[in-house]
Each structure stands twice: as C-alpha cells, then as structure tokens.
C-alpha cells in the first residue's frame, strides 16, 4: 500500500453556499414549510435556524486553557462531620480534584450539609492537603463570612497564595434563598468588601466571591434568564468591592461565577460560551482589559427524577460531557439518587467517575473549544448572550439585582418560565424519561445513606430587605406527587383492548404508560372481540377504571357498545385512548367520560381518575 500523503489542494473543491443547501434540504421537505421543519423557537424567545446565515469565525473562546482538563469537582453532604471526612477522602484518593463543602444552611444542602462549627471543621477536613486539591464552600443564610475566616485559621500555616479555596461569598443569593437580609444592601455590600480585604490581607487570591446560576436555575429560570442574573449579581459584586477600597481589576479577578449544566446538550454546550462572551463585554464597558472568569458547573437538580433513578445517570453524563467541552474550569456531577435522599458511595463513586472517563478515555478535554465554527454552536452562542445581555441591561434599568428581587420583577419572569415548562411537563412536550415516559412500576429503588426529608415551607423571616425566596422545584415533581399519592393503594385500570394485537397495540401501548405515569397500573390482555367477555374480564380484574383501546375503525363500530357495557359492569369511569372524533356525542352519551391523546394535560388527566378512586392527598417531595 503507498504510504505516500495524498497531496490535495483543498482550494479546488467548490464551497457551498446557504442557497446550495436550502436546494438539498427542498427535496427532503417535499413542500413542507421550512420554518415549521428547521426553525426552532427556544424558551427564550429566539429562533434556531438549522442553517444559520452567518456562522462566526472559528476562534475558541478564551477560557479554559487550551488542552488542559477541567477540575472533577466531589460534593461533600454528608451531615456528620466524621463520616463526611470519609466521603472527601474517598473521593479525592479516588480521582477528584477537589470537594465542595456544603453547609446545611446551603439553599443547595437538600436537608443535609455539615453544622456551621470551627470543630466540625476542622473534624470534615482532617488529612485534606489544601494546596492539592480545590476546596469550594457551598453555604447559604449569610454565614459565608464566617466559613471562610474560620477556613483561612484553619490552614493559616499554609501557603496562602497557593491554596485555592473558594469561599463561596455569595449575599445575593442568600437573600434569594432566604427572602430576607438582616441589613440593607449598602451596608450588606460594604460588609462584602471588608471580608474580601480582610482575606486578601491573609495572602489569599483564588476567586473567593460567587455568582451562582444553581438557584435561579431551579427556580424556572431559562438559559438566558440564568445567564443575565448571574451577569448582574456579578456586576453587583464588583461594584461592591471597587466601593470597598479593591482595585477593579483584582476586584473582576476575585469573582468567580457557578452555572447549571442541563440535559440539553448544545444548550448547555453553548452557555459557558456565552457568559464569557458576555464577561468580556462587561469587562470592556468598565474599562478593563477582557480576561477570563473562572467558571463552574454542576448538573441541574430539577432534571433529577425519584423514579428510574438509573436514568439520571445519563442525564449527568450528557450534562458534564457538554459543561467539559463548553470550557467549564471544573465540573459537578450530583450522584444519581441525589434526589433519593444522602447518596452513597457507590453512587458518589459513578458521578465521580463519569467526568474521570469522559477525559482519561474518551480525551474530550483536550480540544480548545471544539464548537468553535459549528454553526449550530455559534448561532446557539451568539443569540443566547445577545438575549441574555439584553435582560441583563433591563435588569440593570430596574436599578439591578437586588431592586429586580424586591420589587418581585424577577420572581415574575422566572415564575412565567416556570409555568411554561410545567405546561411542557404535563403535556408530555417535554417528556421525562421513565418519570412522564416509560414509568416502570415497581422498580427497585436505589439505596442511598439516608432519605431525602420532606420539604416545608418555613415562615418569612424578618430583616431589613425583603422579596419573595426563590424556591426550586424538579420537574419530574408533578409526577412523582401522583406517583406517591397512588402508592399507598396500588390502583389499576383496565384496558379494554377490542380487535387483535396489530388493531389496539399502538395505543394500549400509549394508554399503559400514560395511566403508569400516575401510578395506576394498566396490565396488557389479549385482546376482546365480544361484549360478554369484555364485560366479565373486567370484573375479575378488580378494576374501577376502563380504557379502550383500538384503532379508529374499531371505534366507530364497537366503542358505544363497548363503553355501554363497561358502565353497565360497574365502571365508574371508561376513557377512550384517542382524540374525540364525529361520534363524540355518541359515544358520550353511552358512557366515555374522556379522551387520551398526546398533547392533552396529562397530569391534570390523571388527578381525575385519582379522584374518582378517592386519590387526592398531595405528597409532597
């Protein structure tokens, strides 16, 4: 075989232009509109062309450097001091780089997280060698002063300028979380900037301030909306610490910002993209030279789903692989039964490893911004930052981050984001793999060290600023709340699947995963082609709830006697899986009392029939 390197000259092959590919993709479409096939419409209001007009030019963006692996970062929750030692030494001889510590005042914490004490401290950090490994802080209710001063006694013999600790400071998104701050923010940001100085002073220079997406993120918010709150929370902190007596420059580099990996792979690809390019732009507006920001992710909590918990793991390696070739400096897996309640070591051991993996086998971290010149990573880039900046300066016209949070502005916006994924969820638009699609009843439950404790809501607590807290909510919740609620009863519903296999399959099919969703189980049968024997299967199956199933020639023949003979053997309610057709009125009048179809609200659907059962108590998560 020649050997010899095939000598091409590349500038003789033709490029193609946009109209070249607009001829292909009319051949494909055979009349479709194109606008209804390859646009996309995002949460956020843009579209996406899936032949963008204009692609950027194929630079990286500057962040983190260029072959170089982002730090594997292990979260540390456990609540005894003790026992959360054994989990960061695990974790650290086990391959992370580094530990986030999490506080149980932490909006973050989930019911668990160490007590603020110098002992306790001191006992979740015996044997760490800090200039080894990362240290990040995760602590809420405006005790991040403390953590860190009590941090920096605590290795003040070691090198300062070679620690990199995180402290987390972050009064903002305490007041968030809390709904409240014991002083008003000028005395809150003036209290920001004299801790800053005051650890500076000890020798510490890794970014020790924080503006954190996670909460925004939980609370509704959308890529955009995330990105803008994090733009002015930030801008906010350098004001902050400019008025504290820190020059601008070291006050940019003591900032250090924490976004949400989502399961939307080039969404989440392109959002560290767009931040820095954002950071640089408020950089230049405030007269500085553009430098990068040292940026985090972790994987989003409200994508975590209770049930199939197995599932999760997909959704964390989906979400670390795109945070990692999005240019995060370091990355969190939350373990996969996270949800559950306080995971275990084998589930620690699975999020840690999935980053571990993705660069010591499949190398992804050493290609400098490998969506660079992709069209579709460009154009997803470049509008979520031009969307973002734009609610970023509306944001700053309200009088900032603060001002958007007491006066309710913000809550709102993130509250209609949030209502239009919830009607997303329960359509199905926005399907959840084995929560909303798939459900699996009476799977096997992972273990975890703990269960999660049930949510409550606390009293307002009182101080000198206020707003309404920023709560976060899974999405899988809607679910699982009917999930819950039918556990206790573990009720069925018959399917009356009338014809053959090939006739009522397509949707017993969809009508079984449908009513599993709400936690009513649908067992399969043959099939029915008499009435007498639909009748008396249905009795023997201790039903109160029947389903036909079948295809639309069937229906119109036999679903009014198929329902009528339902009702007659004692249902109390008989659906029918499809849309309501010209026999509607018919059809109602001998007993359907409604319609499953794709696109209806399905968690609405499914309160009824629970309500017709006597299932109605709401569960909370």
């Known amino acids: 075989m020649d050997s010899r390197p095939l000598d091409l000259d590349l500038d003789s092959f033709p490029s193609a232009t946009r109209a070249d590919w607009l001829a ?129 006694r605590l290795f003040e013999k070691a090198d300062p300028a070679g620690l990199d600790m995180r402290f987390g400071l972050d009064p903002i998104g305490d007041f968030a979380a809390r709904g409240a701050a014991p002083i008003d923010w000028g005395a809150l940001s003036a209290r920001l900037g004299q801790t800053v100085l005051a650890l500076r002073g000890r020798g510490l220079i890794a970014p020790m301030v924080r503006a954190d997406g996670r909460l925004h993120h939980g609370a509704g918010a959308t890529d955009a909306q995330e990105l803008a709150a994090v733009l002015a929370t930030a801008l906010a902190y350098l004001r902050a610490l400019e008025a504290g007596g820190l020059p601008l420059d070291e006050a940019a580099r003591s900032i250090e910002v924490t976004l949400t990996a989502d399961v939307d792979q080039f969404g989440t690809q392109a959002k560290p993209r767009a931040f820095r390019l954002l950071w640089q732009a408020m950089l230049e507006a405030c007269g500085l030279d553009p430098s990068p920001v040292a940026l985090h992710m972790e994987t989003a909590w409200r994508s975590l789903t209770r049930h199939d918990a197995q599932v999760n793991l997909l959704r964390g390696t989906l979400a670390a692989f795109a945070a990692g070739v999005g240019g995060a400096d370091s990355v969190s897996v939350l373990p996969f039964t996270q949800a559950l309640g306080l995971p275990d070591a084998a589930a620690r051991r699975l999020a840690r490893n999935t980053q571990i993996i993705l660069m010591e086998e499949s190398n992804l971290h050493r290609v400098a911004d490998p969506g660079a010149g992709a069209g579709a990573i460009e154009e997803r880039t ?28 913000w809550q709102a916006r993130l509250t209609a ?41 606390a009293a307002l607590p009182e101080g000198a600023l206020l707003c309404e807290p920023l709560v976060g909510e899974r999405l899988a919740e809607p679910f699982e709340q009917l999930r819950e609620a039918a556990a206790a009863t573990s009720p069925r519903i018959f399917l009356a699947t009338l014809g053959t296999p090939a006739q009522f399959t397509p949707r017993a099919s969809f009508a079984r995963a449908a009513f599993e969703a709400g936690g009513l189980a649908a067992p399969g049968n043959d099939g029915f082609t008499g009435m007498a024997a639909l009748a008396q299967a249905f009795q023997a199956s201790g039903a109160r709830l029947a ?31 499809g849309k309501p057709g010209g026999d509607e009125a018919a059809q109602r009048g001998a007993g359907i009392d409604g319609y499953l179809f794709a696109g209806i609200d399905l968690v609405a659907f499914l309160r009824e029939a629970q309500a017709v059962l006597g299932i109605g108590r709401r569960v909370e998560p």
């Open 382 to 409: 470049e509008k979520l930052a031009a969307a973002a900046w734009e609610l970023f300066r509306q944001i700053e016209r309200e009088g900032g981050m603060v001002e958007a949070l007491a006066s309710g502005t």
């Open 547 to 577: 389903c036909l199933c079948s295809s639309d020639e069937l229906y119109a023949a036999s679903a009014v006697a198929a329902a009528a003979v339902l009702k007659e053997a004692g249902a109390l309610r008989v659906y029918l899986a």
């Open 24 to 152: 292909l993709v009319e051949g494909v479409l055979k009349g479709a509109a194109y606008d209804t096939r390859m646009v996309t419409r995002t949460p956020d209001g843009y579209t996406l062309d899936a032949l963008p007009e204009r692609r950027r030019e194929a630079a990286p963006i500057a962040g983190r450097p260029a072959g170089a692996p982002w730090k594997v970062i292990a979260r540390i929750d456990h609540d005894d001091p003790a026992l959360a030692n054994t989990q960061m030494l695990e974790d650290l001889n086990g391959g992370a780089d580094g530990v986030a510590l999490v506080f149980a005042s932490s909006p973050h914490a989930g019911g668990f997280g160490l007590p603020v004490r110098f002992e306790d401290l001191s006992t979740a950090l015996e044997g760490l060698m800090p200039e080894m490994a990362t240290l990040r802080v995760d602590v809420g209710a405006f005790q991040g002063r403390d953590v860190a001063l009590a941090l920096a």
């Open 417 to 457: 984001a949030r209502t239009a994924r919830a009607r997303d969820i329960a359509t199905r638009r926005l399907p959840l793999t084995g929560t909303s699609e798939f459900p699996l009843l009476g799977e096997a439950v992972p273990a975890v060290l703990a269960p999660a404790p049930r949510r409550t809501t």
